[in-house]
């Protein structure tokens, strides 16, 4: 039976037997016509008119700036403004909502993509051509960028020079031609480049508010800008893509351990869902990590404009999958009530979150209801997309907990000791073999005493490096990931600045531990080391030192944690209750004094 062809967008196109996969990007690529496909289809996507609804600028901005109404979709009447004629957004970060409300999100650019693949393949004189072409459009589905998967590096064809110019198989006669690289950025389209666009920030000194240039001034998408001065903004900012490719691929094994712990150890939807449940994991605040990493002070490490890089859309299509293969281990658990804080333009402030709550702007179709979370968690019935560790959207808890071993597993190596988890002696010669300490700083800090996104660096050594060298530094052992919108037109955001609203983060240690030859078994030894070698710094995104002073609230705790192996080596290991170890035995709680 073919697949339901709502799920399609054209009637014209060939039916699909299974539901289409989203593929790591790696992957994708390998099929050079599927490749050619979807890169012309996006240049279609992004040369739209921007006022359109399903044009690039209009759903990008959708998740942050420019704050206009998308697609019809009215604000309430007793909408949470602070002023009239100003525009609250639709961003839910930091709710339970946090991972369904992209959902459609993604489902939606998804759509619109394919939607121009169609008229790509159509666009071919040659029949046979055309009808190949509209094959592989009707499987097409957005690929996804995995930045934690064991031997997983940025793909050079999202950053890479040599990759400025791709030649691919294009209509109407099917030659070679070269073509720009889409994926390299976006180019702001003529008109919305003006003063009412610019995103306001705070100085991280003064804590007074002022309107930063950088955005607007830049007239396409940057990573890694070279400069954040305003005397030193330059409107063909290049970026720095070797910097940030190197950064981002340092950060590999860092983030596979936070996601395996995520998988192994994090069952109730709350603490997964969102960074503010007081539960030092969650998956909004890895994906908050990796969109700081990827931004590096340009659009991905801030919320308003983040959307329109066009990596914003792969990092997320592989958040979906990571919901999605939570949602496997963890069957039944789902979306749980929760508060909405101040709310957004529709969502009213001070209510409770639901399952049924709506999903807006994102309609079912058109003119009908928005879509709610309880309809999203069969995504590919909903939505017509499957992962690679599924079929036809379906796998049981083992079949996910294998691929997620096979993944993720950290397997901590060292020249010695030998590897853990699955190492069966310490250094001292403790077995390993029936449980380990798992060790862990946990980070909490009232998020909007950032002036703006950026980084609390955790580092084990006894003198820290110069901040310039903080982001690649030996000695830098993980990261917290700081993701905040300080636009004034973002009521939510605005509020939760009010409210000192704090977010609790863990940067786990065990992996750095282990690498300097310590027994990781053996709690005295590890507090002794840990009071004379734990530090943190903090930075912003685009490397500039912020003093500690400045985040008063930040306070990081030691923990370590008991982890009992599993009999069966696929299933999961069973994480006992934590010890946090107080201020007396690990000087570790922020006061000023405590951190060298």
Not at 55 to 72: E, K, N, R
Not at 234 to 252: C, H, T, V, W, Y
Not at 531 to 548: I, N, T, V
Request: overall charge negative.
């Amino acid at each position: 039976m073919a697949w339901n062809v709502e799920q399609q967008v054209d009637p014209t196109m060939p039916p699909v037997l299974e539901v289409p996969v989203r593929q790591n990007f790696n992957e994708f690529i390998k099929d050079t016509k599927a490749r050619d496909l979807y890169l012309q289809a996006l240049i279609k996507l992004k040369d739209e008119n921007h006022v359109k609804p399903k044009s690039f600028f209009q759903l990008a901005g959708i998740h942050g700036l420019p704050y206009t109404v998308w697609d019809d979709t009215e604000k309430p009447k007793d909408s949470p403004l602070r002023e009239p004629g100003t525009w609250g957004g639709y961003c839910t970060h930091g709710t339970v909502l946090f991972p369904t409300w992209h959902r459609p999100y993604v489902a939606l650019y998804e759509k619109a993509l394919r939607a121009k693949a169609v008229e790509v393949a159509l666009e071919f004189d040659n029949i046979k051509l055309q009808d190949e072409y509209l094959a592989i459009a009707a499987r097409l589905r957005l690929p996804y960028y995995d930045w934690a998967a064991k031997d997983t590096k940025l793909p050079e064809l999202l950053y890479h020079p040599d990759f400025a110019k791709i030649t691919v198989q294009s209509p109407p006669y099917g030659e070679p031609k070269p073509i720009p690289n889409p994926l390299f950025g976006f180019t702001y389209p003529a008109g919305v480049r003006d003063d009412d666009w610019r995103v306001t920030m705070r100085d991280p000194f003064t804590h007074e508010l002022y309107k930063d240039r950088r955005y607007v001034l830049w007239n396409k998408t940057v990573r890694h800008p070279q400069a954040v001065k305003d005397s030193e903004l330059n409107r063909d900012e290049p970026g720095q893509p070797f910097n940030l490719a190197k950064i981002i691929n340092s950060r590999s094994k860092e983030l596979r351990d936070k996601l395996y712990s995520i998988f192994s150890f994090i069952e109730d939807w709350t603490s997964m869902s969102n960074h503010r449940t007081g539960q030092p994991e969650s998956l909004e605040s890895l994906h908050d990590q990796v969109h700081v990493l990827l931004g590096g002070g340009g659009n991905m490490s801030h919320p308003a404009v983040a959307a329109f890089d066009p990596v914003f859309w792969l990092h997320h299509a592989n958040v979906d999958r990571l919901l999605a293969l939570w949602q496997a281990l963890n069957e039944g658990k789902w979306v749980v009530p929760g508060e909405s804080e101040s709310g957004t333009i529709t969502i009213k402030p001070r209510t409770t979150l639901t399952t049924d709550s709506d999903l807006t702007p994102f309609r079912v179709a058109t003119g009908k209801d928005f879509w709610t979370s309880k309809q999203t968690e069969n995504w590919a019935q909903a939505f017509g997309y499957s992962y690679p560790e599924f079929k036809n959207g379906i796998a049981t808890p083992m079949d996910i907990f294998v691929a997620v071993n096979e993944l993720y597993n950290p397997n901590y190596k060292t020249e010695n000791p030998p590897p853990a988890p699955y190492a069966n002696f310490s250094p001292t010669g403790n077995r390993l073999d029936e449980y380990y300490l798992d060790w862990s700083a946990n980070v909490t800090l009232k998020l909007h005493e950032f002036p703006e996104s950026g980084f609390v660096h955790i580092f084990l050594t006894k003198v820290v490096p110069p901040s310039r060298d903080w982001i690649l530094a030996p000695e830098r052992v993980g990261d917290v990931g700081v993701f905040r919108n300080n636009s004034d037109y973002c009521e939510n955001c605005n509020q939760r600045e009010e409210a000192g609203v704090t977010i609790s983060v863990k940067v786990l240690l065990t992996r750095a531990l282990l690498e300097r030859k310590l027994d990781i078994n053996d709690p005295t030894a590890i507090v002794e080391y840990l009071k004379e070698h734990l530090a943190w710094r903090l930075a912003l995104a685009d490397g500039r030192e912020l003093p500690l002073s400045q985040v008063p609230s930040l306070q990081v705790r030691v923990r370590s944690a008991k982890v009992v192996r599993p009999e069966i080596p696929d299933d999961k290991p069973e994480h006992r209750i934590p010890v946090q170890f107080p201020k007396r035995e690990v000087p570790v709680d922020y006061d000023g004094l405590d951190n060298h």
